[in-house]
């Protein structure tokens, strides 16, 4: 198995495909390295994908402390598959927990990044409901350990912005979700707990989003309802910023919606190589008043 090592040691599970300008796909919280599989069969035609599996699940490394779980190590560890297999830069596109772990590329490495795609980003970072959100995430963590993978697949399979995916492709969602029940609990729990309930709310991170010259496309889903508001404040923040809403969609949006995702990513990444996805140019901004 292919593995690129982390600076703390840690082994992360990798797969690429195809050959041109790299493109790394970073998956959510509930998925790993295979589903972004519609994806890679679909870009590897024309670019060098790469997808791997985060640190605590499996067949990449589970470390046993939740002290190498924040966001600062799963932003890095993105970058240290780049660097095992000598990309300096490479097209990130990412889903929910990935979509945070891209922006902070964008924020930290902007030099790694020929573009970035964000989609289901942000859930969490409303600042009003912050405190509730990391008390819900260490409750999660806590069933994680208490009932393992296979149940909390079971208890979570219709979270609402679940349901659309349920009810476009039952049998992808059914897919989906036992896929889940194999995660490492442990590594789930760990992820949970550090990543998911200690990232910074995107909200107090404005000024350093408006300096990212990133070019960036956000996608949300219009019935991802936790998404909705995030996309739109990247969207006024972020200088080189396209959003797009998928109809009747919710959370995962590359496997509700593969034939649609992929032709907005494939779109937006033929403009940025050709130079034609600039900053926004300021003649097409509505003034304050």
């Not at 599970?13 to 295979?34: K, N, Q, R, V």
């Not at 969490?124 to 995430?137: D, H, M, P, T, Y």
Request: charged share 20%.
């Amino acid at each position: 198995m292919p593995y690129a090592v982390t600076s703390d040691n840690v082994r992360l599970y990798f797969e690429e495909a195809g050959s041109g300008t790299p493109i790394i796909f970073l998956h959510e919280f509930a998925a790993d390295h295979t589903n972004w599989e519609p994806q890679m069969r679909y870009f590897s035609r024309g670019h060098r994908c790469i997808a791997y599996s985060a640190r605590g699940y499996t067949p990449s490394d589970v470390p046993p402390t939740s002290d190498v779980y924040t966001y600062k190590h799963f932003y890095t560890d993105a970058l240290a598959v780049l660097d095992h297999l000598g990309i300096a830069k490479a097209h990130f596109v990412g889903l929910s927990m990935g979509a945070y772990s891209s922006l902070q590329i964008g924020l930290n490495a902007p030099e790694r990044a020929l573009s970035m795609t964000l989609a289901g980003v942000g859930s969490g970072s409303a600042i009003e409901n912050l405190e509730a959100f990391r008390k819900q995430c260490l409750a999660n963590a806590e069933q994680y350990e208490r009932i393992g993978s296979v149940e909390v697949a079971k208890v979570t399979r219709e979270a609402p912005s679940r349901i659309p995916f349920l009810v476009k492709d039952p049998r992808g969602h059914a897919d989906f979700y036992a896929a889940l029940a194999r995660h490492d609990a442990k590594g789930s729990a760990k992820t949970m707990r550090s990543f998911q309930g200690g990232r910074p709310s995107i909200y107090t991170l404005t000024e350093a989003i408006r300096n990212v010259p990133t070019p960036a496309l956000i996608i949300c889903g219009d019935e991802d309802d936790n998404c909705i508001e995030p996309s739109l404040f990247l969207k006024q923040h972020l200088p080189a910023a396209g959003l797009t809403f998928f109809p009747k969609s919710g959370h995962v949006l590359n496997l509700e919606e593969p034939a649609l995702f992929n032709e907005m990513v494939e779109r937006f990444i033929a403009l940025v190589e050709a130079g034609r996805w600039p900053v926004r140019d300021a003649r097409s901004m509505v003034p304050q008043t």
